[in-house]
């Protein structure tokens, strides 16, 4: 499989009008650019892009997510967009299991393309709270083990669900404001989060500070493609956030956050020791402890990809700072992860709003060299720069602007050139820091 030929099947409706629209402008010289193309009929995705020449590719994006339009589409599985299922299912099952779960789930939701998130509230408190309770009751090593590859398999699609949770303040209707509040500090242990952490690292403090000098998770005083860098990176957030965090909170003078995520932090920990000290201590290593550790080794590995690229000039810049994938783990399982610098530029957008959003600005996305992927997800961008295999990543690179008539090895020197760590005295000029 060639990263910059291939074209995945299993990428979602939207990912397939974006990736075609940005190769037809590979193909087509600027000046024959259409400021707002139609819809390219891929031909590995024939059946699922309709072809309309009366709608353009941001007309088309827009329909998908407008509950009074026709081609209103909600998201149900992340296995299979909504059409597709619907074809999968037998017409009865279709008529009167499929379509009556998807108005009940409009009705849920907060927003009604968001079925998929009572798709996997269902399913985490169908399997993942009762499994672990029977763990705790009937304890087996065979169970344990399974029980950790369940949640393992789990926690990407949770995790992504919960960053749209405190991102948007909750995922379900008003009604259910209650559930939508309290479900968090029962699954959240169960899938490697401490209580609140999550909220208080990403949205109190890492959009806020931008990867920039002071952002805990910033990757720029690394060397990108450094494994010794990398175990440095990973070890610190591991270690020693329980501390930063709040720390940071403090030296901000924002007291209250830095008591909370104390607060939270250590008192997960407790709760965990509790666990295991005095409840059973196999069953709170399947149930909390593995997940636990594996997820913060996967937060740190997918950082460090979403921000290892980091332009020398202009590091201020979100468009220059973070990326975009346009894959399948990323976008079709984990709610439109891909889509970084469309989330950085508005952390509040909507997730089913990136793929539009991006085409919508898709001039200022070349102008600005921001960097597009296809093909890879953040872990196999870690993945290959700790190798430094620049080649293999200029392959998924999709070009944009100045970048389409690089050659290959134009395009891996240059994005080389954006992984190289920042001296201290390089970060206050090219921050704009005073002192």
């Given amino acids: 499989m060639q990263p910059d030929s291939y074209i995945a099947p299993d990428l979602t409706r939207p990912d397939l009008l974006v990736l075609h629209t940005l190769l037809s402008d590979v193909q087509t010289p600027q000046s024959q650019r259409s400021p707002d193309p139609k819809p390219a009929d891929p031909p590995s995705a024939s059946e699922k892009i309709p072809s309309s020449p009366s709608k353009t590719v941001t007309d088309q994006l827009e329909a998908f997510n407008n509950p009074q339009h026709v081609d209103f589409e909600p998201t149900v599985t992340m296995t299979w967009d909504t059409p597709v299922l619907q074809t999968k299912l037998p017409s009865i099952l279709t008529q009167w299991l499929l379509q009556p779960y998807i108005r009940l789930g409009r009705r849920v939701v907060r927003v009604e393309t968001d079925v998929v998130m009572l798709t996997h509230l269902l399913l985490y408190f ?131 956050h830095g008591l909370k995520a104390g607060f939270w932090e250590i008192g997960n920990y407790l709760f965990i020791y509790a666990m295991y000290r005095f409840v059973d201590p196999r069953a709170t290593l399947f149930v909390f402890i593995l997940p636990l550790a594996l997820l913060r080794l996967g937060l740190m590995i997918g950082n460090w990809g979403q921000h290892a690229f980091v332009d020398e000039t202009d590091p201020n810049s979100d468009f220059r700072s973070s990326i975009t994938l346009i894959d399948v783990p990323s976008n079709r399982f984990c709610f439109n992860d891909g889509y970084h610098t469309s989330h950085h530029l508005n952390p509040r957008r909507h997730w089913r709003e990136h793929p539009v959003a991006f085409l919508k600005q898709k001039d200022r996305y070349a102008s600005e060299h921001a960097l597009v992927f296809r093909n890879i997800d953040y872990l196999m961008i870690t993945y290959r720069l700790i190798r430094k295999d620049y080649v293999h990543l200029a392959r998924c690179l999709v070009p944009m602007g100045d970048q389409i008539p690089m050659s290959l090895e134009e395009r891996a020197a240059m994005l080389q050139t954006k992984t190289r760590r920042f001296t201290e005295e390089e970060i206050p000029k090219k921050f704009g820091l005073s002192g």
């Avoid at 991102?167 to 242990?189: C, E, K, Q, V």
């Avoid at 450094?226 to 930063?244: A, I, K, M, P």
């Fill in 126 to 256: 169908g399997t993942s709270v009762p499994s672990a309770f029977y763990l705790y009751q009937h304890f087996t090593w065979l169970h344990g083990v399974l029980h950790w590859v369940m949640q393992s398999y789990y926690v990407g699609s949770y995790t992504l669900m919960m960053h749209q949770h405190i991102h948007m303040g909750g995922i379900l209707a008003r009604p259910f404001w209650l559930f939508d509040s309290l479900f968090p500090y029962i699954t959240n242990p169960l899938m490697g989060h401490t209580w609140n952490s999550y909220y208080y690292h990403h949205v109190k403090h890492h959009h806020v500070e931008g990867n920039g000098p002071g952002d805990l998770s910033s990757t720029v005083r690394y060397q990108r493609d450094e494994l010794s860098d990398f175990l440095c990176y990973v070890g610190r957030f591991v270690f020693f956030v329980w501390f930063e965090l709040p720390r940071y909170f403090f030296q901000k003078g924002q007291f209250v």
